[in-house]
């Protein structure tokens, strides 16, 4: 443990180095496959694909990334009463790497059942995963203040890092060469990430996460314990036999109705379990008031990712289909542009951290609602410019692709709201959240990210050269959405400043 303490990451603790290492290649593998899934769904058969419709194709995506983001909840819970923070990451990273071993498989045997067998098992292990490592880096200062908020956009820059050059590596392989050597460069990636994670963790981390929190009356605890491996076994049985039945035929799955119907249950979750911590969680005063707090930044992250991830399918089929591509004789891969956002993150994140720090040092740091409220803002603007990219499109009827520009600029102001927004929000509910629901907590900021990739897979597929109509309204519609909610914060941000008093550090 002293050696965690002195060993040092770039000014930071050692153990934020296995972390962002982890968490890198996992990225690697989540976003290399990301942008590959609606343009091989809805490639035609002939091309190597399954010949999707695009709607359809888009709102597997949407479903595919929300569940990997629902998955997050029950992923903290579990790790919070029964498994911890650092078993389930391990537990975690062994699964996703199993699904991307079934993806690749499936260009040689069982073809969509394997391929979606895959997906499930990705969504499971990202669930264990994802929330209990962002949680473990708070953990890491427990001092809190500005010098958390620059550790958290260290962690993000190494997300970034792997997104990017996921994207870059998957996207020339999978769209040049065919579409499984793109999901196998993922698969390979996740692997080097859980090595890492198996070799260094004991060292860097020490104690830190390694045992969940646990009743002091033994009899309760394995009660508690009981309680969640009946829970989990449950889930996992009527998951495998709904997988079974519709890889033998027995039932049919529409994306579109499942979506739809998936999206009024995300609300209903996020509804029952603020009620829950409100009502019967034991929460004090001064927690309620910070819940509060976090109800509010839970909304207005849902409306960013809503907008924010059309990336991989409304942004994705915008730069396939209607953005000239060709760079002195070289067809620039459509998935490229996706890495934009990461390129740009890899660079500014350090900028951001230190004018977090900065301003923290000054007494002059901005207020996590007031940040929030500049991320919505500046995506607003990265929206509108599509919305005359489309209309461009719409004039030609189609026929006049459009420079690369419109998408790049897009990108950059998508990634400066996404600096002032996602970062400070894994460090917020951090901080916010008390400390024996810290892990749930971390899977509702998630459960919110679940929304806004399903509401965005949902509207995805409007990007169509035979509906060009639909693309200024998406756009308008999204642009509209950013603005609105981001006035809104910034008029609230002051009275929920005062209900972060007593948060240290902000």
């Known amino acids: 443990m002293e050696e965690t303490k002195r060993s040092s990451f770039f000014g930071h603790p ?41 709607e359809q194709a888009s709102a597997i995506v949407g479903i595919y990334a929300a569940s990997v983001y629902l998955a997050s909840l029950p992923g903290g819970w579990v790790a919070d009463r029964l498994l911890g923070l650092q078993r389930a990451i391990l537990y975690g990273a062994i699964c996703i790497s199993a699904g991307h071993i079934s993806i690749g498989l499936s260009a040689f045997f069982a073809g969509k059942a394997t391929f979606f067998l895959g997906l499930i098992l990705i969504v499971l292990g990202t669930g264990l995963l994802k929330p209990n490592i962002s949680a473990i880096v708070g953990d890491l200062y427990p001092e809190g203040g500005a010098r958390r908020d620059a550790g958290f956009s260290i962690f993000y820059m190494g997300i970034n890092l792997g997104a990017f050059s996921g994207q870059i590596i998957t996207g020339l392989l ?4 065919g579409w499984h050597w793109g999901f196998g460069a993922a698969g390979v990636g996740m692997l080097l990430g859980l090595l890492i994670y198996i070799l260094s963790r004991r060292k860097t981390l020490g104690e830190i996460g390694l045992h969940p929190a646990k009743h002091p009356d033994k009899v309760e605890q394995a009660k508690i314990e009981w309680r969640v491996k009946a829970v989990v076994s449950s889930g996992i049985l009527i998951l495998a036999a709904i997988f079974i039945f519709a890889s033998l035929g ?36 001064d927690e309620k008031k910070r819940m509060l707090v976090v109800v509010v930044l839970f909304v207005a992250a849902a409306v960013f990712w809503s907008a924010f991830e059309q990336a991989p399918t409304s942004l994705n089929l915008f730069a396939k289909d209607f953005t000239d591509r060709n760079i002195m004789g070289f067809e620039v891969p459509a998935t490229w542009f996706q890495s934009i956002n990461p390129l740009l993150i890899i660079i500014l994140a350090p900028v951001f951290a230190s004018i977090w720090t900065f301003l923290g040092k000054k007494g002059l740091d901005l207020s996590s609602p007031t940040k929030f ?15 005359f990219a489309s209309w461009e499109v719409l004039k030609s009827n189609g026929a006049v692709k459009v420079s690369i520009f419109w998408l ?89 400043k005062r209900m972060m008093q007593k948060v240290e550090g902000d």
């Open 14 to 54: 050692s153990g934020l180095a296995t972390l962002f290492f982890t968490e890198m290649w996992e990225r690697f593998s989540y976003y290399g496959i990301r942008p590959l899934l609606v343009l091989f769904m809805s490639a035609a058969i002939l091309d190597g694909g399954f010949g999707f419709e695009r």
């Open 174 to 177: 999978g769209e040049k060469y």
């Open 373 to 387: 409220a500049l991320g919505l803002l500046f995506a607003a603007v990265g929206f509108l410019i599509m919305i």
């Open 408 to 496: 790049t600029f897009s990108y950059v102001f998508q990634t400066i709201g996404e600096l002032c927004l996602s970062p400070v929000g894994l460090s917020s509910m951090t901080k916010l959240s008390p400390r024996r629901y810290v892990g749930q907590v971390m899977g509702i900021w998630f459960l919110a990210s679940s929304l806004g990739n399903l509401i965005a897979g949902l509207v995805g597929g409007h990007v169509d050269p035979e509906k060009l109509d639909q693309m200024p309204v998406l756009f308008t519609y999204t642009t509209l959405a950013l603005v609105i909610s981001g006035v809104v914060l910034l008029i609230l941000a002051v009275p929920m």
């Open 250 to 285: 027995l039932i049919t799955i529409d994306a579109k109705v499942v979506g739809t119907y998936m999206s009024y249950l995300l609300v209903a979750v996020a509804v029952i379990y603020f009620a829950y911590l409100f009502m019967l969680g034991g929460l004090n005063s």
